[in-house]
């Protein structure tokens, strides 16, 4: 399973996740792509999220596994 969110401060939620060595990002230009980017990904059953979004400049992903903190 991997996780997916939204943020405004990338640097800080890796650091809040455990520093995943997967982690990969996206930046957005409007908040609307970047609902659309994480939309698609969660209607996969490959993906979840937690609650709550920290923004939308940036998008990022990483595979759950037991040391990370979703």
Do not use: C
């Amino acid at each position: 399973m991997k996780f997916a969110g939204l943020t405004d401060d990338p640097a800080k939620r890796k650091v809040d996740h455990n520093n995943p060595t997967d982690w990969t990002q996206k930046s957005f230009s409007n908040e609307e792509e970047a609902r659309r980017w994480l939309k698609g990904l969660l209607d996969t059953p490959d993906y979840e999220t937690g609650p709550g979004d920290l923004g939308w400049r940036f998008g990022y992903t990483y595979k759950i596994r037991p040391w990370t903190h979703e």
